[in-house]
C-alpha cells in the first residue's frame, strides 16, 4: 500500500486502483447475483460475459452508476428497475482505450445524464446544478482540453499519463445562469470511478484547464486510494471553511480540498520548470502558485485544528505536506 501513497503521479498505481476498484465491483456483483437468485430475473450469460469483461480491462463510469443504481434499486424492492439496470450492466463493453469527452445532455430525454445528474449532485445540504452546455461553448471546452493535455504531455508528462490512466470519460456541462447558485468549475464523484464533469465556462486559459485536470482527476486518486476506508473519522454533519469553496463543507472535503491544491501547485511548478510556458502562462502560474500554496495553508490549519485522520488520511497528506515543505 505504501507505494500507492507517494505524492508523485504515478500512471501505474492509478492502474491498479482501477484494477482494485473493479475487483471490488466484481465481488460485489457476484454477491448479489447469489442473493437475488429467483427474486430477479437475470440473463447469466449476460452478466458472466460482463464478469469476464470486467476483469480483463476498465469499464465506463456509467456502469459504476448503473451497479449503485442496482443497489439503491434492490433496497427499495424496485425489482423491475433491478432486472433493467442487471440487463444494462450485462450489455456494457469495455471503456474506450481512449478518453471519451461527452456533452451533458438534457436529462428529461437521456437516462445516462439524469444519472450523471444524480450521482454528481449528492451534497443534501447544497444542490450543484449541471445543465447542458451550447455546442459552441462545448466545441471551445473540447479545444481547451486537448491543449492542456499537450501541454501536460509536454511539460508534466508523468501527471499527464496518470490523468489518462484514472480518468476514461469527461463530461462537459455548464452551471445555470444565476448569481445566487453554486458556481462550480469541475465535479466529480465516487460513485462515477473514472469520470469528471468540467464546466465548459470555468476555465479561461490552457492552464487553467491543465489546472482543472489535475484537480478533478487528483479527487478520482483519493476515491480509489480510500475505497477500502475512509480518510477521517470525523462525521459527515460539521462544516468547516473549505480552501477552494465559498460554502463550508465536511472534512472529508476539506481534506480533498487541500490535497488537490498541492496537485495543482505540483503540476503548475513542473511546467515552469520544464520551460513550456510562454511569458503571459509564466506570469498566469506564478500566480496560481502563490494562489495554491495560501489555500493549501488554510486547509492544513483547519485539518490540524478539526479533522481526525485516519492512518489512511495522515499518510496521503503527509505526501502531500512534504511536497509543500510544511
Known amino acids: ?16 486502483l482501477d484494477r482494485h476498484m473493479r475487483e471490488r465491483l466484481r465481488a460485489s456483483l457476484r454477491y448479489i447475483l447469489a442473493q437475488a437468485d429467483g427474486r430477479i430475473r437475470i440473463i447469466q ?11 480483463e480491462g476498465p469499464i465506463p463510469a456509467c456502469i459504476f452508476g448503473a451497479y449503485f443504481d442496482l443497489v439503491l434499486a434492490i433496497d427499495d424492492d ?15 463493453p469495455n471503456r474506450p482505450t481512449c478518453l471519451t ?6 436529462p428529461r430525454i ?14 443534501p445540504t447544497i444542490s450543484l446544478t449541471l445543465l447542458p452546455p451550447p455546442p459552441e461553448v462545448a466545441a471551445a471546452c473540447r479545444q481547451l482540453i486537448a491543449a492542456a493535455f499537450c501541454l ?21 456541462a455548464v452551471g445555470p445562469d444565476d448569481p445566487t447558485a453554486l458556481t462550480f468549475d469541475g465535479a466529480s464523484s465516487f460513485l462515477l470511478w473514472g469520470a469528471i464533469v468540467l464546466n465548459a465556462e470555468g476555465h479561461r486559459t490552457v492552464l487553467e484547464m491543465a489546472q482543472a485536470l489535475a484537480h478533478e482527476s487528483g479527487h ?55 520551460g513550456v510556458l510562454d511569458s503571459a502562462a509564466t506570469e498566469e502560474a506564478q500566480a496560481s ?22 492512518r489512511l488520511g495522515h499518510s496521503i497528506m503527509a505526501g502531500a505536506r512534504s511536497y509543500m515543505g510544511c
Not at 494562489?291 to 485522520?309: S, Y
Open 101 to 106: 469527452i461527452r456533452d451533458l445532455t438534457d
Open 220 to 274: 478520482n486518486l483519493l476515491f480509489g486510494l480510500c475505497a477500502d476506508g475512509p480518510l477521517v473519522e470525523n462525521d459527515d454533519e460539521p462544516r468547516y471553511p473549505s480552501p477552494l469553496r465559498s460554502d463550508p463543507r465536511p472534512m472529508d472535503g476539506i481534506v480533498h480540498a487541500t490535497y488537490v491544491t498541492a496537485r495543482m501547485h505540483r503540476a503548475v511548478a513542473q511546467l515552469l520548470q520544464a
Open 78 to 92: 424496485r425489482l423491475e428497475l433491478a432486472e433493467a439496470l442487471f440487463g444494462e450492466i450485462g450489455a456494457a
Open 289 to 310: 502558485l502563490a494562489l495554491h500554496r495560501r489555500a493549501f495553508a488554510q486547509g492544513t490549519e483547519v485539518i490540524d485544528r478539526h479533522a481526525r485522520l485516519t
Open 45 to 55: 450469460p449476460a452478466i458472466e460475459g460482463f464478469l469476464t469483461r470486467l476483469a
Open 110 to 123: 437521456d437516462p445516462l445524464a439524469d444519472r450523471y445528474m444524480r450521482l454528481i449532485d449528492t451534497d
Open 1 to 16: 500500500m505504501n507505494g500507492l501513497l507517494e505524492f508523485a503521479p504515478d500512471a501505474a498505481r492509478a492502474l491498479a
Open 152 to 172: 501536460l504531455e509536454a511539460g508534466d508528462p508523468a501527471l499527464a499519463a496518470e490523468i489518462n490512466a484514472l480518468i476514461g470519460e469527461i463530461v462537459i
